[in-house]
């Protein structure tokens, strides 16, 4: 698999009623991606929990920024995105684009995540020492991914990006157990403000 250097992430408000509407058009728009935009990978999910949930989220893969570039021409093209977009069921609330750092990090072979924990924080520092000791954790408590970066557009610029993968709530909870009495993440809590943290169920 090709290296991932950037991520863009699309959340989207919508009406309840049209949300599965919502998420079978997306579903359709991501494929459209990993054929016409050369994504690596593509991930579609509903906000479960922070102050929008209900929302949709997109999740996009490249090697290359030159990805995003090809996505919006696939936006363009697509019958999918005009169809919600032009539903006026729709309102997009952000785009950000995120610029990964290497974290050393065990993927599972076969990846069968069914939720995304999305941690942002505040931090001068881009902490990837700390994210090195602390990836164990996730690894051990079952994450399936881990990918870690810093946001260089849109809302929050310079604002740190945590998305973990995991197979179930259970995998979600042995990890923030284990936080909980970890002296790393208790000293890295005294020097970075954490401003968002939201389970996504993937779809």
């Known amino acids: 698999m090709s290296d991932i250097n950037y991520f863009v992430l699309t959340v989207a408000d919508c009406e309840a009623g049209y949300r599965n509407t919502m998420v079978g058009h997306v579903k359709t728009l991501a494929q459209e991606l990993l054929d016409g935009a050369g994504a690596v990978r593509v991930r579609v999910g509903v906000v479960a929990t922070g102050d929008n949930p209900g929302a949709v989220l997109l999740v996009q893969a490249y090697e290359t920024i030159d990805g995003f570039e090809r996505a919006m021409d696939v936006y363009a093209k697509s019958a999918a995105y005009a169809d919600f977009v032009a539903s006026g069921k729709v309102q997009i609330r952000l785009r950000n684009l995120v610029k990964t750092h290497p974290v050393p990090f065990q993927s599972k072979t076969s990846d069968d995540g ?37 946001v260089i557009t849109g809302s929050n610029v310079g604002n740190r990006l945590l998305g973990v993968t995991y197979p179930s709530m259970s995998a979600i909870e042995s990890a923030y157990d284990t936080l909980a009495s970890n002296a790393d993440y208790q000293a890295l809590l005294e020097d970075v403000d954490i401003n968002m943290r939201h389970i996504v169920r993937l779809a």
Do not use: H, Q, W
């Open 114 to 150: 069914k939720y995304i924990v999305l941690t942002r924080v505040s931090s001068s520092d881009p902490l990837l020492d700390n994210m090195a000791k602390l990836a164990k954790v996730f690894e051990d408590a079952g994450a399936c991914t881990l990918a870690y970066g810093t």
